[in-house]
């Protein structure tokens, strides 16, 4: 019997320290999953040598301007080592809340974006921030707080200029008519706020009309050429809201006959090759200089540098400078 209780307090002993053992082959497995539960490391989720994808949508690219701001884009990207693909948000509110849905769905790294309408483009904003894509705005705004960044010029700057701008060369009295871009656009709201500030301290300028020609040569000749007939010599100064349409507005007032700028002066916005060309051979009298190569380059280089994870600024504003005969040479080069 004593050999027996022996041999069970030695199985017993050893089955005791199998079991501590076992527990503490337990305890370091329970120490193993609670370390890839932890934050991944910095080396994990480093992205400085990730290629990223980044969709851009314009609210159309049927002007110069606009593709002035993609070329300047897709050149920045290409030196940066990024993939880029700019859609045409062809002035349509439906086109480009697509061109967004499309980027969400296949997981584009940001999105850069002109919006169609100041408005209604905010919800696309809202669906790409749930999606977690980082929004960036680009020379148009959206009534969004949901964009990382903004990139471009002041608008109520730009109306104002070219609005002081004729006043001045109006002496101060006359009759004028407004080209307007597409109705909501942020550059539309804003250039006809700037516009009608200066105007509110000239009471002896008045506005014939004032209706939109969608940033469109064309429409601008058109436009304009409807005005002369209505109005039958009553017109004193042409504004329009970009270079495009007071272009379009110049080729209506020479189908009539009247060259002479400086009888019937004629500015705009955006100073693309065109207007300053049509500047230099007296065919437009100024237009309002926007940097849309840097806008374009900007965007991309704020967008990587987020993805990066660098800190960025909510806006980065690039002032607006009135370019005349004086100084042309300067934007010329």
Known sequence: MKKFN?????VFTMMACLLVLSGCSTGSGGNGSEEKNEPASSTTTDNTNKKFKIGVTHYGLKNEFTVLISDA??????????????FDGNYDVNTQMSQFENMITQKYDAIIFSPVDVDAMAVAVDKAVKAGIPVFGVNTKVNSDKLTSYIGSNDVTAGEIEMNWMAEKLGGKGNIVILEGPIGSSAQVQRKEGIHNVLAKYPDIKVLAEKTANWSRSEGL??????LQAFNGKIDGVVGQNDEMALGATQALEGKGLNDRNKLPVVGVDAISD?????????QNATVFQDGKGQGAQSVEVAVKYLKGEKVENEYMIPFQLVTPDNLSEFLK
């Open 6 to 10: 022996v041999f069970k307090s030695v």
């Open 73 to 86: 884009q897709k050149e920045k990207a290409k030196e940066l080592g990024v993939d880029i693909e700019v």
């Open 222 to 227: 058109t436009l304009t050429e409807n005005w």
């Open 275 to 283: 207007a300053l060309k049509a500047v230099k051979d007296g065919r």
